[in-house]
Nanobody
């Protein structure tokens, strides 16, 4: 069993910054890719950024240049630094991880519960 817990969300003014964290725990042998998604009210879930175990990253156009994804493999944690936040960034943010569990042979996808980010004056 693997659990992902997001933290760091909250209320921030436009132009402000926020740093999200997602810590994975459980019977983890290895985490391959990790990513951040978001889902705004009435909208579909959107992929924002991904990072491989080797540190390669990719971003959606909507956040490129403003958001930075990083990870600490020793802590099984992925981060999302969000700068120049806009009201349209308001959403529930979810982390995702591609995990091989201890004693397992297959890679499995895991999701966190989500953390609310609200950008408003």
């Amino acid at each position: 069993q693997v659990q992902l817990v997001e933290s760091g969300g909250g209320l921030v003014q436009p132009g402000g910054s926020l740093r999200l964290s997602c810590a994975a725990s459980g019977r983890i042998f290895l985490i391959y890719g990790m990513g951040w998604y978001r889902q705004a009210p009435g909208k579909q879930r959107e992929l924002l950024a991904v990072i491989t175990s080797g540190g390669r990253t990719n971003y959606s156009d909507s956040v490129k240049g403003r958001f930075t994804i990083s990870r600490d493999n020793g802590k099984n944690t992925v981060y999302l630094q969000m700068n120049s936040l806009k009201p349209e960034d308001t959403a529930v943010y979810y982390c995702n991880a591609d995990v091989r569990v201890v004693g397992g042979m297959k890679r499995e996808d895991y999701w966190g519960q989500g953390t609310q980010v609200t950008v408003s004056s």
